[in-house]
């Protein structure tokens, strides 16, 4: 069974500090990797990929990801309360034969971002 | 219209009723998929369809019915449900190859009364 684990929350930070979500996943072919916002009643919005280990940041939002320790996080700098929603980590578990690909997403992470 | 989108946003049926979802994506994309989202649930993958042809079948029970007539359309019909499958249903797309990122739509509220 492939999983992907996120702690559901809630996490709260106040306004203007760095938010720290952390997503493991257990599949070590694993080959990219999804954080997604999802407010309430809506849908989840890509907010950024990553392939290789390292950093990579887009804006106040910094994806990192750990191979050899399975795990991938999302840091959120200056967060603000319009950053309160779920994050969904997601795993691709690779291509389907015939094209598609697999995601295999965790339950999210519930984060509160306090005035 | 851009992006991906879903109709109707809501949608009550009774058990015995006959309906259909219908997504559209306007990204060119070649993979279109249904997910379902239950309260405190991940999300599920139900189908995967590429270049209309389905390459996923997720052990969906037979009340479900995809159909994809080509690559930026899909529908799920939908007949004698059961109240456990009132949830959020999605449908996303994505470039066919591997590693590409999915693009959701707003989704489906269903309730089955």
């Known amino acids: 069974q492939k999983e992907v684990e996120q702690n559901s929350g809630p996490l709260s930070v106040p306004e203007g500090a760095i938010a720290s979500l952390n997503c493991t996943y257990s599949?070590?072919?694993?080959?990219?990797f999804f954080w997604y916002r999802q407010y309430s009643g809506k849908s989840p919005e890509l907010i950024m990929f990553?392939?290789?280990?390292g950093d990579k940041e887009d804006g106040r939002f910094t994806a990192q990801l750990n191979k050899a320790s399975q795990y991938v996080s999302l840091l959120i700098r200056d967060s603000q309360p319009s950053d309160s929603a779920t994050y969904l980590c997601a795993v691709n578990n690779g291509g389907l034969t015939g094209g598609g690909n697999k995601l295999t997403f965790g339950t999210g992470t519930q984060l509160k971002v306090e005035l | 219209e851009t992006g991906v989108t879903q109709t109707p946003r809501h949608l009550v049926m009774g058990m015995t009723n006959k309906k259909s979802l219908k997504c559209e994506q306007h990204?060119?994309?070649?993979?279109m998929y249904w997910y379902k989202q239950s309260a405190k649930k991940p999300l599920e993958l139900m189908f995967v369809y590429n270049f209309k042809e389905q390459t996923e079948n997720n052990s969906v029970p037979s009340r479900f019915s995809p159909e994809c007539p080509n690559s930026s359309h899909l529908f799920l019909h939908l007949h004698t449900l059961q109240p456990e499958d009132s949830a959020l249903y999605l449908c996303a797309s994505s470039q066919g190859q591997q590693l590409y990122e999915q693009y959701f739509g707003p989704g489906t509220r269903l309730t089955v009364t």
């Open positions: 599949d070590r072919g694993s080959q990219s």
């Open positions: 990553i392939y290789s280990n």
């Open positions: 990204l060119g994309h070649n993979a």
